[in-house]
């Protein structure tokens, strides 16, 4: 864990010092964000959402965990809220036409069950327990490494890789039918 000495100078009230951070964070917060809903222009409004909310709390940053990290859950959470707010879920990543090769498939009925599975997947992320599909989220979507996943839930290491390897395996059961 890093420390930024820009943090307790924002907690004491300097502006400058806040305004540092948020030049510090902002692209890679818009990355983050942007990999968890696929619209630029929400990630740049959830990212600017999460930068005023952390503001109004930086009291509550007890610097247990990098402040990126803070931060970026901070950042989930405004995404969280803004998609119940219009009743619908962040989309799970959708594979894109550069990472895979058409003409590789044989057929329309390859392309059809391709779509199938995407289908079955996101279903079974969004019926899974919510603790395994929020570290899934954090460690695959987000790419987090499981000490600053452990860190934003309070929890050991061991647990993390414990609700991961859990959530995989109830995506691999709804998806083969097992």
């Known amino acids: 864990m890093a420390y930024d000495e820009d943090v307790d100078l924002a907690k004491q009230g300097d502006i400058q010092a806040f305004n540092r951070l948020h030049e510090k964070y902002r692209g890679r917060l818009v990355k983050t964000l942007f990999r968890r809903i696929k619209d630029m222009d929400d990630a740049e409004d959830m990212a600017q959402e999460a930068f005023i909310k952390a503001y109004d709390k930086l009291d509550s940053f007890r610097g247990d965990s990098d ?15 803004y998609f119940s707010k219009i009743n619908r879920r962040p989309p799970l990543h959708d594979v894109s036409a550069d990472e895979v090769d058409i003409e590789q498939q044989d057929s329309p009925d390859a392309i059809a069950e391709m779509e199938q599975t995407k289908d079955q997947l996101e279903v079974a992320f969004y019926s899974m327990i919510p603790e395994f599909r929020q570290c899934l989220e954090m460690r695959l979507i987000n790419d987090l490494p499981y000490d600053d996943i452990a860190d934003k839930f309070g929890i050991p290491v061991g647990t993390v890789r414990s609700r991961i390897s859990r959530g995989k395996r109830e995506i691999n059961k709804h998806i083969n039918g097992d």
Do not use: E, H, P, Y
Request: hydrophobic letters at 45%; charged letters at 5%; aromatic letters at 20%.
């Open 67 to 81: 402040f990126f990290t803070w931060l970026t859950r901070v950042g989930i959470n405004a995404s969280n809220n």
